[in-house]
């Protein structure tokens, strides 16, 4: 029996008899089983582990993020402190595949340089399997760099120090003087010119776990995981307190007036939950561009412990390019969601009428999660966000037979072809559904195929197979030229 289950897990979510049969398939069409086999694999796995990398302004946080995750997406310019909005980024080392949280994103010297270093650490190290922390070899340990291994010593996780901008022997010596700080050895690395990340790379696979510590709301009867998230001051602390049906988040008209995270287990609809409030932190006026990083940080750091997500829209307000933000945020996390308008005893006809339009136009990327609309002042409707939260867990850990898709994928080929493009038509031959939690599938095509025929094929499993709450991932695998093989 445990054969059956190991060799299952090698198969993204086939089993024995189903992937026999798909790779058979895949043979007749002239696939290569390895690249099969790949494709497979990149597309079955589970949730993956995270990587925080940590440490004070200027040390090339940054720089090295950008070398870890093999290419230049996180935005690196000379003046420290530049911010972006994206938070966490994929990355593959050794076969293996991980998340990396960058906080080089926001560091001006607001709150003190000590306090804010200290509060990414913080939210990052809590998002965080493993965390590589970034100490300035030239300069030695500082007094900030101090304070972040007190956090770290507290947090438990597992760290490996990087000492950056060591470029050459003498750098070696600077290095050593790491050991003082009591992490371990320093792997000496120059983030710039990429020499020794290998070698950090490695120890950071040592340390990080295969899969993250959480089981996924697997432990029988677990509780599942719901972040609430959507901007500051849109509500979600008194949701929070109406759907625990106590006074327990401080609720005050200023915006972002919560702190922590708080996990409160919630009883609603005969079930346990467990709500991780993310609410938004203490904006003073010139702290605003920060808070926002650091309510993006917190945000991914919550959304990363949830299997579901709940994204709170004040309904009395345009929709903002922050809502938006915050549902991408959900959305390439790969988490189910639900979406809850806020406020909306509230609304006039006219504002009604022109909140469906903006969501028509705004959402519309995102039709497929499930709305609620609520008051979290009077309680209404409260009793729907159950069944909400329920029918999005369910699309995200649909899965789809392989022979039920192929049957499926085969009419809809028949049905609507791919448009003619440079004298060719490229067709989806064939295709499997390698993952859930959310559905990932791979197509097998003979040719590329185009953004809007990606999208009608995803809207069309949609209709016919639910997936109702949930993104999908689908990655296209195009045969090679037959006369090619060696």
């Given at each position: 029996?445990?054969?059956?289950?190991?060799?299952?897990?090698?198969h993204?979510e086939l089993?024995?008899?189903e992937?026999?049969?798909?790779?058979?398939?895949?043979?007749?069409?002239?696939?290569?089983?390895?690249?099969?086999?790949g494709?497979?694999?990149e597309?079955g796995h589970g949730?993956l582990?995270?990587?925080?990398?940590v440490g004070?302004?200027?040390v090339?946080?940054?720089?090295?993020v950008?070398?870890?995750?093999?290419?230049?997406e996180?935005?690196?310019e000379?003046r420290p402190?530049?911010?972006r909005?994206?938070v966490?980024?994929?990355a593959?080392?050794?076969?293996?595949?991980f998340?990396?949280?960058d906080t080089g994103?926001?560091e001006q010297?607001?709150?003190g340089i000590?306090?804010?270093?200290?509060?990414?650490?913080?939210?990052?190290?809590?998002?965080?399997?493993a965390v590589?922390f970034?100490?300035d070899?030239?300069?030695?340990a500082?007094?900030?760099d101090e304070a972040?291994?007190?956090?770290?010593?507290?947090?438990?996780?597992?760290?490996?120090l990087?000492?950056?901008?060591?470029?050459g022997?003498?750098?070696e010596?600077?290095?050593?003087?790491?050991?003082s700080?009591?992490?371990?050895e320093p792997?000496?690395?120059?983030?710039?010119h990429?020499?020794?990340?290998?070698d950090?790379?490695?120890e950071?696979l040592?340390?990080?776990?295969?899969?993250?510590?959480?089981t996924f709301g697997n432990a029988?009867?677990g509780?599942?995981?719901?972040a609430?998230?959507?901007?500051?001051?849109v509500?979600?602390?008194?949701?929070?307190?109406?759907?625990?049906?106590?006074?327990?988040?401080?609720?005050?008209?200023?915006a972002?007036?919560?702190r922590?995270p708080?996990?409160?287990?919630?009883?609603?609809?005969?079930?346990?939950?467990?709500f991780v409030?993310t609410?938004?932190?203490?904006?003073?006026?010139?702290?605003?561009?920060?808070?926002?990083?650091?309510a993006?940080?917190?945000t991914a750091?919550?959304?990363e412990?949830?299997?579901v997500?709940v994204?709170?829209?004040?309904?009395?307000?345009?929709?903002?390019?922050q809502d938006?933000?915050i549902?991408t945020?959900a959305?390439?996390?790969?988490?189910?969601?639900?979406?809850?308008?806020?406020?909306w005893?509230?609304?006039?006809?006219?504002?009604?009428?022109?909140?469906e339009?903006?969501?028509?136009?705004?959402?519309?990327?995102?039709?497929?999660?499930p709305?609620?609309n609520?008051?979290?002042?009077?309680?209404?409707?409260?009793e729907?966000?159950?069944?909400?939260?329920?029918?999005?867990?369910?699309?995200w850990?649909t899965?789809?037979?392989?022979?039920?898709?192929?049957a499926f994928?085969?009419?809809?080929?028949?049905?609507?072809?791919?448009?003619?493009?440079?004298?060719k038509?490229p067709?989806i031959?064939?295709?499997t559904q390698?993952?859930?939690?959310?559905?990932?599938?791979?197509?097998?095509a003979?040719g590329f195929?185009?953004?809007?025929?990606?999208r009608?094929?995803?809207?069309?499993?949609?209709?016919?197979?639910?997936?109702?709450?949930?993104?999908i991932?689908?990655?296209?695998?195009v045969?090679?030229?037959r006369g090619?093989?060696k």
């Open positions: 029996m445990d054969d059956q289950i190991h060799t299952g897990d090698e993204g089993g024995d008899a992937y026999a049969e798909f790779m058979e398939l895949a043979a007749q069409e002239g696939f290569d089983a390895e690249e099969v086999e494709a497979l694999g597309a949730p582990p995270v990587l925080a990398v004070r302004p200027n090339g946080k940054s720089t090295l950008n070398r870890i995750i093999g290419r230049r996180a935005v690196v000379d402190g530049v911010t909005d994206r966490t980024y994929e593959e080392w050794a076969g293996r595949r998340k990396v949280v994103g926001w010297d607001v709150l000590d306090a804010s270093v200290a509060a990414q650490a913080e939210y990052a190290i809590e998002a965080a399997d590589v970034v100490v070899a030239t300069v030695g500082t007094d900030t972040v291994v007190k956090l770290l010593r507290r947090a438990g996780k597992p760290v490996v990087c000492a950056n901008k060591v470029d022997p003498s750098g010596a600077d290095a050593a003087m790491l050991w700080l009591g992490l371990g792997m000496p690395v120059s983030a710039l990429g020499r020794g990340t290998g950090m790379l490695d950071v040592k340390a990080l776990p295969e899969a993250p510590a959480q029988i009867g509780p599942r995981r719901v609430l998230i959507g901007r500051p001051n509500g979600k602390s008194s949701l929070l307190n109406k759907v625990a049906g106590e006074e327990r988040v401080v609720v005050n008209e200023l972002g007036t919560t922590d708080v996990d409160e287990l919630i009883e609603l609809g005969g079930k346990t939950w467990k409030d609410a938004g932190i203490r904006k003073r006026v010139h702290l605003q561009e920060g808070a926002d990083y650091y993006s940080l917190r750091a919550a959304v412990k949830a299997e997500a994204v709170l829209i004040d309904a009395s307000e345009t929709i903002s390019v938006q933000r549902i945020m959305v390439e996390a790969g988490r189910a969601m639900v979406i809850a308008y806020n406020k005893d509230t609304l006039d006809e006219e504002r009604r009428y022109y909140l339009r903006e969501i028509e136009t705004e959402l519309q990327q995102v039709s497929w999660a709305r609620v609520v008051s979290a002042q009077t309680g209404r409707h409260m729907k966000l159950v069944p909400a939260i329920e029918t999005a867990l369910a699309g850990e899965r789809v037979p392989t022979g039920r898709l192929n994928l085969g009419e809809l080929v028949a049905a609507h072809p791919h448009p003619i493009r440079g004298g038509q067709r031959l064939f295709g390698a993952g859930t939690k959310p559905p990932r599938f791979v197509l097998f003979s195929l185009e953004a809007g025929y990606r009608f094929v995803e809207r069309r499993l949609r209709e016919e197979f639910g997936f109702e709450g949930t993104p991932h689908i990655s296209v695998r045969r090679e030229k090619r093989k």
